[in-house]
């Protein structure tokens, strides 16, 4: 059973960073691409970051590309997201996902495995 392990999450105020890490199960993962989603409460999973396999082709979402970036490790086999300038609209929860493919997507449904979450809060 593969399992994506997240951290970083917390309650911070706005304008504040937060540094999110996704850690795979298995190392094979670093032929895999890798990408963050988030669900706020009442609202869709939303897409806002993906890397590939290889690390160097990233996406971002459109609205968040100015504040957030997404590396990857290979060493620590670990996928950070770095959210810089939060603001309370980017509370939600946030997921770490794997596809089976080593091209980044941004599209859920093409992620074959998924973390449990962590909760991102940002204060006014």
């Known amino acids: 059973q593969v399992r994506l392990v997240e951290s970083g999450g917390g309650l911070v105020q706005a304008g504040e960073s937060l540094r999110l890490s996704c850690m795979p199960s298995q190392r094979t993962f670093n032929s895999f691409a890798m990408g963050w989603f988030r669900q706020a409460p009442g609202k869709e999973r939303e897409f806002v970051a993906a890397i590939s396999g290889s690390g160097p082709t990233s996406l971002i979402s459109g609205i968040l590309k100015d504040r957030f970036t997404i590396s990857k490790d290979k060493n620590e086999n670990t996928v950070t997201l770095q959210m810089n300038r939060l603001t309370p609209e980017d509370t939600a929860v946030y997921y770490c996902?794997?596809?089976?493919?080593?091209?980044?997507?941004?599209?859920?449904?093409?992620?074959?495995?998924w973390g449990q979450g962590t909760q991102v809060t940002v204060s006014t």
């Open positions: 996902a794997a596809r089976s493919s080593g091209i980044p997507s941004d599209l859920p449904r093409s992620y074959v495995h």
